[in-house]
């Protein structure tokens, strides 16, 4: 039995049958919907916010996995707890005040996460390890879909998995960006636990089929 999922991530999804795309991640073998929310001043884009998460949570049946690509995230806890988030992941990046923002996660229902970058250490970690639910590994550089996985990753994960296993610490490592059947079962050997992917799921012919197809590889 596998304890590993998927996210697919609605950043690649057809936002003009969003709802369609959705019910299709809620009768397929996903685990989370991952939703990416860019400000434009982090990442060199702007995705979607608040008012479309609300649209989209009416229909979501699986747990709402948050990335924030947003500078000062501490401004917006509450409004993602009252969406619906259940995972909220910030950027390391993006906090001064870190520990103080992953309590403030938690006390408000969320699950705390933290995304790297890829020139991010996994080291910078070590002293907060034990107080982070998951670590997303960004795989590519945050701000769009579609772009070639970092092969550097595979290091990242294992040095990450070691140091969760020496503090022992509960924390699930998430890999974010240019995930494929090519790539998805050494990332789960190295130690993920949770997969994203975007283009990969939707710009396929039968997402649905994709989705079982990755289950199956890292099964
Ligand atoms: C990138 C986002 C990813 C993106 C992944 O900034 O964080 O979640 O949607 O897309 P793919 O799987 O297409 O690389
Ligand atoms: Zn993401």
Redesign the pocket.
């Known amino acids: 039995m596998s304890f590993k999922k998927i996210a697919p ?1 609605v ?2 999804a057809d936002f003009a049958n969003l709802q369609r795309d959705i019910e299709m991640v809620n009768n397929c073998n996903a685990d989370w919907f ?1 939703l ?1 929310v ?1 400000d434009g001043v982090f ?1 060199p ?1 702007i995705s979607f916010g608040m008012p479309v998460i609300k649209a989209m949570a009416k229909h979501t049946t699986k747990p709402l996995d948050v ?1 924030l ?1 947003i500078v000062d995230p501490d401004r917006y806890i509450q409004t993602f707890a009252d969406l619906g988030a259940e995972v909220l992941t910030v950027h390391y990046e993006a906090c001064t005040h870190l520990h103080r923002t992953l309590q403030a996660i938690k006390a408000a229902g969320m699950k705390a996460g933290v995304a790297l970058n890829p020139h991010t250490s996994v080291h910078l970690l070590e002293d907060i390890i034990q107080d982070i639910d998951l670590v997303c590994i ?1 795989s ?8 070639s996985f970092i092969e550097n990753t595979y290091a990242k994960v294992k040095t990450l998995k070691n140091l969760i296993q020496q503090k022992g610490a509960n924390t699930l490592i998430e890999i ?4 494929n059947d090519k790539n998805a079962k050494a990332l789960c050997d190295a130690g993920a636990d949770v997969l ?6 939707f710009k396929s012919e039968e997402p649905c089929t994709t989705i079982a197809h990755l289950k199956e590889i890292i099964s």
């Open positions: 991530s950043l690649a991952h990416d860019m990442v884009n990335h690509m960004m590519v550089n945050p701000g769009f879909g579609g772009q974010d960006g240019g995930v994203v992917a975007g283009s990969f799921i």
